[in-house]
């Protein structure tokens, strides 16, 4: 391409944030957002002064000078504004999950390949400084071979505050931050499932999705592996401080990491060997305008100045996760989280959820 990507952000809660990242990305313009609210849109976007405004999705999509979006919509919208965003002709970023149903996943790969317009799921958990690290060691051969991994997500989200959907959500709809870096990792895709649901939620909340379970437990297959690894998702009615993790063990490393503040990840290198470290920034892999972002800054190249005052969003993962999608718009390749590998990442907690449902049956997970 030999001009800029024009980026339009749809959804500006979490949304919001990653507007000046694009807007100091050297590959990127900002040049469009879209809320339904109209009070907090003018607000939004006088604060980061972005001129165009939309309240209706499907303006947006006629917007022509729109080469991209990025959706934070509720994870209901997901599924149908991805398709009708790439079948508009636009690319497409995402927010976790994909889509909420096997078969809009399916649609989405379909429509990501009809439209030839790329597709990426915003994973977060895939683009932090602790993965980022942890596929080193693996890369490297620090680590030897895997021998078994394990995610675990747990969110009590039974608190006041949260928007109504949340209320009752099925764990496993939402597993990819617990998937992802074991899927990733071991660099292949997940072939069955076979899930447990445990503990029972209030009545209240289990009648909305009809879905009773405190918590989710998966065993995935791995495709062409001798792998099999181990998921752990809970929301409701689980008292647990916040926890995204992921444990790799290994033949001659093996780590373990949770996002509990400031604790770092463990390394064992032996039977009685442990050692907590501090896992290094990755900013280095980034152009400079945006790598101060993964800290918390912005870089004002005009005076080649940091300045501190943006969150630094999921250990550092925002821009990354933002470059990458630009960068493969750039280079018409597809995106490291493209359609096809979303779709097995997202419906391996959809077919875990069914496996709880039917008493731990097996289930297959599609190829798209």
Same mark, same amino acid.
């Given at each position: 391409m030999s001009k800029k990507v024009n980026v339009a952000i749809v959804g500006l809660g979490f949304g919001a944030?990653?507007?000046p990242i694009y807007q100091k990305h050297p590959d990127a313009e900002m040049v469009a957002i879209c809320q339904r609210n109209e009070e907090n849109l003018n607000n939004i976007g006088n604060a980061f002064g972005v001129a165009k405004r939309y309240t209706s999705f499907e303006a947006l999509l006629a917007d022509k000078d729109v080469d991209a979006v990025h959706i934070n919509s509720p994870i209901a919208a997901h599924g149908w504004m991805s398709i009708a965003a790439l079948q508009a002709g636009k690319h497409v970023a995402c927010t976790v999950p994909m889509a909420t149903t *096997?078969?809009?996943?399916?649609? =989405? %790969?379909?429509?990501?390949?009809?439209?030839?317009?790329?597709?990426?799921m915003m994973e977060t958990a895939v683009y932090t400084r602790e993965f980022l690290y942890a596929k080193e060691l693996v890369e490297s051969g620090k680590l030897g071979k895997i021998q078994f991994m394990r995610g675990s997500h747990q969110q009590n989200m039974g608190l006041p505050g949260w928007p109504a959907y949340w209320y009752g959500f099925p764990p496993m709809h939402y597993a990819t931050h617990a998937v992802s870096p074991l899927l990733a990792l071991a660099k292949t895709t997940a072939e069955y499932v076979v899930c447990h649901g445990s503990g029972q939620i209030s009545d209240e909340y289990a009648a909305k999705y009809n879905s009773p379970f405190a918590a989710e437990t998966t065993t995935m297959k791995l495709r062409d592996s001798d792998l099999a690894c181990e998921v752990t998702r809970s929301?409701?009615?689980?008292?647990?401080?916040?926890? $995204?993790?992921?444990?790799?063990?290994?033949?001659?490393?093996?780590?373990?990491?949770?996002?509990?503040?400031?604790?770092?990840? *463990?390394i064992f290198s032996g039977f009685e060997d442990a050692e907590r470290i501090q896992v290094p920034d990755f900013g280095h892999l980034l152009p400079k305008e945006i790598a101060p972002?993964?800290?918390?800054? %912005?870089?004002?190249?005009?005076?080649? /100045?940091?300045?501190?005052?943006?969150?630094?969003? /999921?250990?550092?993962? #925002?821009? /990354?996760?933002? #470059?990458?999608?630009?960068? !493969? =718009?750039?280079?018409?390749?597809?995106?490291?989280?493209?359609?096809?590998? !979303? !779709?097995?990442?997202?419906?391996?907690? =959809?077919?875990? /959820?069914?496996? !709880?449902?039917?008493?731990?049956?097996? =289930? $297959?997970?599609?190829?798209?």
């Open positions: 944030e990653f507007i *096997v078969d809009e996943c399916l649609q =989405i %790969v379909q429509a990501s390949k009809e439209s030839g317009k790329s597709y990426m929301l409701f009615d689980t008292i647990r401080q916040y926890r $995204e993790s992921f444990d790799v063990y290994g033949t001659k490393l093996s780590f373990e990491w949770e996002q509990v503040a400031e604790e770092g990840m *463990v972002f993964t800290l918390g800054g %912005v870089y004002d190249e005009e005076h080649e /100045h940091t300045s501190f005052i943006q969150g630094s969003g /999921h250990g550092g993962s #925002h821009p /990354h996760m933002a #470059h990458e999608f630009v960068r !493969a =718009i750039v280079e018409d390749r597809a995106p490291a989280v493209n359609a096809v590998t !979303a !779709a097995n990442w997202t419906m391996t907690g =959809i077919c875990s /959820h069914e496996s !709880a449902l039917n008493g731990g049956q097996k =289930i $297959e997970i599609p190829v798209p």
